[in-house]
């Protein structure tokens, strides 16, 4: 089955520090993978994509994501931490159904608490 | 304005009432998607939509019904409420079309609580 994982619940980091919130997939075929992002009351936002090409992806925030195709992962990182980056983070991956159908499965989430 | 706007954000209903769940886009996006978000379980997909005409079920359709009145509008219906769909409801829209990837543009999201 088409899937994709986030393997913690909760990830906590002092600000100023480096974070990762990992993600890993299992799909047929090339992967597109995305990240988003959901503040209190609010909706998700993407950050950033994968689709071909350079395996660091750069988005919005600082944030950036590594994508390793042996160890079917997607991680997502940011080099310095802040309070503010302090959300629920959500690992997608697109999954191909047919002709040009295609639908955006969604991990569990992942809540980032940064202190200060 | 907001390019994905739900309508109501929040309700509080009664077991076995119908509610329905209004969303409407200026994107101009030819997909849309209902998804649903309950606590440690992400978003799962309940109805989408690729265009007025095309209307399919996701995982979780059971208890739900869609309308897709324009392009622009696709509604959420519960015929019966009942307690086990309290959550917050979104609605998603893409577009896969030259250099677009398919990413999803949420609306704010509609919390409803059955009683």
């Known amino acids: 089955a088409q899937s994709v994982a986030q393997p913690e619940d909760q990830v906590n980091v002092a600000e100023g520090n480096p974070l990762t919130v990992k993600c890993t997939y299992s799909?047929?075929?090339?992967?597109?993978l995305f990240w988003y992002v959901q503040y209190p009351n609010r909706g998700l936002q993407f950050l950033l994509k994968?689709?071909?090409?350079?395996?660091l992806v750069k988005g919005s925030y600082g944030f950036e994501a590594e994508f390793n195709k042996s160890q079917t992962s997607f991680h997502l990182k940011k080099p310095s931490a802040l309070v503010s980056d302090s959300a629920l983070y959500f690992c997608a991956v697109r999954v191909h159904m047919y002709s040009s159908a295609s639908k955006i499965i969604f991990g569990s989430g992942t809540r980032l608490s940064i202190r200060p | 304005d907001a390019d994905v706007t739900q309508t109501p954000r929040n309700r509080i209903t009664k077991t076995g009432k119908r509610i329905m769940l209004e969303c409407s886009q200026t994107k101009g996006h030819d997909r849309m998607y209902w998804y649903r978000q309950d606590p440690g379980l992400g978003l799962r997909l309940i109805y989408y939509s690729f265009d007025v005409k095309d209307i399919n079920k996701g995982e979780i359709s059971d208890g739900y019904s869609v309308s897709r009145q324009a392009q622009a509008k696709f509604s959420l219906s519960l015929e019966s409420a009942i307690p086990n769909q309290t959550a917050l409801y979104f609605c998603?829209?893409?577009?896969?079309?030259?250099?677009?990837?398919?990413?999803?543009?949420f609306g704010e999201g509609s919390r409803l609580t059955v009683l």
């Open positions: 799909v047929s075929g090339n992967p597109y």
């Open positions: 998603a829209t893409s577009d896969i079309s030259g250099t677009n990837t398919g990413e999803l543009f």
């Open positions: 994968y689709i071909t090409g350079d395996n």
